[in-house]
């Protein structure tokens, strides 16, 4: 994993932002749903998740990250679509995969392979919603997901955590 404290997004302000964690809004944003039978760029595609709707047919919109040097924040759901087999074994014409970034590190939450890319934003919905759920709550309750620190996924992918780091789950709130 490589990070790198106080480094924008284009179009993004640190510190400061619309929330405080130094996020703008995002002028760029697509609705996830226009982009399904689409195949990636042979290089693989990032994209921020920044609304989701866990119902079919809701909300859905997120935002293109570089393909050159995607980046993501504490806090930050993204996925990323991407030719061929991902992490998993087998040979499906292309995947999916789901990532949560919390705490200077990248959580692999879910991957999926596509035999196509027709249906693959509903394929994701549920779990990316549920996703943002989890790192709004784990904020909520006084976890430190280190928003102003940038991460590294063309990095911090290949090797990305299963689970939750410790210093996130080990938040001063307790659980209910």
Request: charged residues 20%; glycine residues 14%.
């Given at each position: 994993m490589?990070?790198?404290?106080d480094?924008?997004?284009?179009?993004?302000?640190v510190p400061?932002?619309?929330?405080?964690?130094g996020?703008?809004?995002?002028?760029?944003?697509?609705?996830?749903?226009?982009?399904a039978g689409?195949?990636?760029p042979?290089?693989?595609?990032?994209l921020?998740?920044?609304?989701v709707?866990g119902?079919?047919?809701?909300?859905?919109?997120?935002?293109?990250?570089?393909?050159?040097a995607?980046r993501?924040?504490g806090?930050?759901?993204v996925?990323?679509?991407?030719?061929g087999?991902g992490r998993l074994p087998?040979r499906?014409?292309?995947?999916?995969?789901?990532?949560?970034v919390?705490?200077?590190?990248?959580?692999?939450?879910?991957?999926?392979g596509?035999?196509?890319?027709g249906d693959?934003p509903?394929?994701?919905?549920?779990?990316?919603?549920?996703?943002?759920?989890?790192l709004?709550d784990?904020?909520a309750?006084?976890?430190?997901?280190r928003p102003?620190?940038?991460v590294?996924?063309?990095?911090a992918?290949?090797?990305?955590a299963?689970g939750?780091?410790?210093?996130?789950w080990a938040a001063?709130a307790?659980m209910p």
């Amino acid at each position: 994993m490589t990070a790198a404290t106080d480094d924008a997004r284009p179009g993004q302000t640190v510190p400061g932002g619309r929330d405080g964690t130094g996020r703008a809004e995002p002028a760029d944003e697509v609705d996830v749903a226009a982009l399904a039978g689409s195949g990636p760029p042979p290089e693989g595609m990032w994209l921020w998740a920044t609304e989701v709707d866990g119902e079919p047919g809701g909300v859905f919109t997120a935002r293109h990250l570089p393909a050159s040097a995607p980046r993501a924040y504490g806090g930050d759901v993204v996925l990323r679509l991407g030719p061929g087999p991902g992490r998993l074994p087998g040979r499906p014409a292309a995947h999916a995969q789901a990532y949560a970034v919390l705490a200077g590190t990248v959580v692999l939450v879910a991957e999926w392979g596509l035999d196509s890319f027709g249906d693959w934003p509903e394929i994701v919905r549920v779990t990316a919603a549920f996703t943002m759920g989890v790192l709004t709550d784990l904020e909520a309750r006084g976890a430190d997901l280190r928003p102003h620190e940038a991460v590294d996924l063309g990095t911090a992918a290949a090797t990305a955590a299963v689970g939750l780091p410790a210093a996130v789950w080990a938040a001063p709130a307790p659980m209910p």
